[in-house]
């Protein structure tokens, strides 16, 4: 049963912005560092964003400086802002929470992000 609900994504230009949210139930969220992975086409997933109950964050070095990570504790609802969108950048993105964990349950069913040049 998916849990986690993803939302945000759609077809942009390269340059272009998107901003992704996910909702996720609070026995997930709360006090969990949560984050993002993206899976492009025939490639394996991997990690994009994670953002810590603290509020570390840490990113993947090819989104540094055009993504950022956000999390609002009150609504149990994780963001991803997306900046300077390029073709690389076109994936299905998964919500994760928390982060690190390989349950089903723990991810959300994707939002697709797709980037034309």
């Known amino acids: 049963q998916v849990q986690l609900v993803e939302s945000g994504g759609g077809l942009v230009q390269t340059g272009g912005s998107l901003r992704l949210s996910c909702v996720a139930p609070?026995?997930?969220?709360?006090?969990?560092?949560v984050g993002w992975y993206r899976q492009a086409p025939g490639e394996g997933r991997e990690w994009v964003a994670y953002?810590?109950?603290?509020?570390?964050?840490d990113y993947r070095d090819s989104v540094k400086g055009r993504f950022t990570i956000s999390r609002d504790n009150t609504k149990n609802t994780l963001y991803l802002q997306m900046d300077n969108l390029r073709p690389e950048d076109t994936a299905v993105y998964y919500c994760?929470?928390?982060?690190?964990?390989?349950?089903?349950?723990?991810w959300g069913q994707g939002t697709q992000v797709t980037v034309s040049s």
């Open positions: 994760n929470a928390p982060w690190g964990s390989k349950d089903p349950t723990s």
């Open positions: 609070e026995k997930l969220f709360k006090y969990n560092t």
């Open positions: 953002n810590t109950y603290g509020n570390m964050k």
